[in-house]
């Protein structure tokens, strides 16, 4: 990477403490290779630079927040959706005649999949959040 070399009469981008924002501002004097003061392009105040560029320093920690524990009915039920066509998810409806194994997209758990239907209407199905017992109408 090219250092951009900067000097007196450059533009750089600074805050102005009159304008309270980031904005255009000329170099008017540098102190070895660094921007001391700036002019502001739009007040025209003249005031010590702030460098807004420079990334600050993380004061948290690098590494990244570890992953809530998935339960095993997570996972269960992440297999079976890698699995299912879900394209033919059936919309959830207390009429609709279902069958184990069919994909259910409801419209509060999500998408889910009959694990048991129980005659005449009863159905344990995986959701996300866990295995659900619902009503349904039961096909076979
Ligand atoms: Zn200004």
């Known amino acids: 990477m090219i250092k951009k070399i900067l000097s007196a009469g ?3 981008l600074s805050r ?3 304008c309270k924002e980031t904005s255009n501002h000329t170099i008017v004097a540098m102190v070895e290779d660094r921007v001391a003061r700036v002019e502001c392009n739009v ?3 003249v005031h010590n ?3 807004t560029t420079a990334p600050k320093p993380r004061s948290t920690s690098p590494r990244t927040p570890a992953q809530p524990r998935k339960t095993r009915a997570q996972a269960q ?3 079976l959706m890698a699995e299912a066509d879900q394209t033919r998810a059936v919309p959830y409806h207390i009429k609709t ?3 184990t194994g069919y994909i259910i997209d409801h419209p509060s758990f999500g998408l889910g999949q009959i694990l048991s239907t129980t005659r005449p209407n ?3 199905i995986i959701f996300e959040q866990g295995v659900k017992l619902l009503l349904c109408n ?3």
Do not use: F, I, L, Y
Request: hydrophobic content about 20%.
């Open 43 to 45: 007040c025209g105040s």
């Open 138 to 140: 039961v096909a076979d």
């Open 10 to 12: 450059n533009h750089t």
């Open 49 to 51: 630079h702030r460098n």
């Open 16 to 18: 102005c403490s009159k």
């Open 97 to 99: 005649p279902v069958k």
């Open 77 to 79: 039920w992440g297999n």
């Open 122 to 124: 009863k159905m344990e």
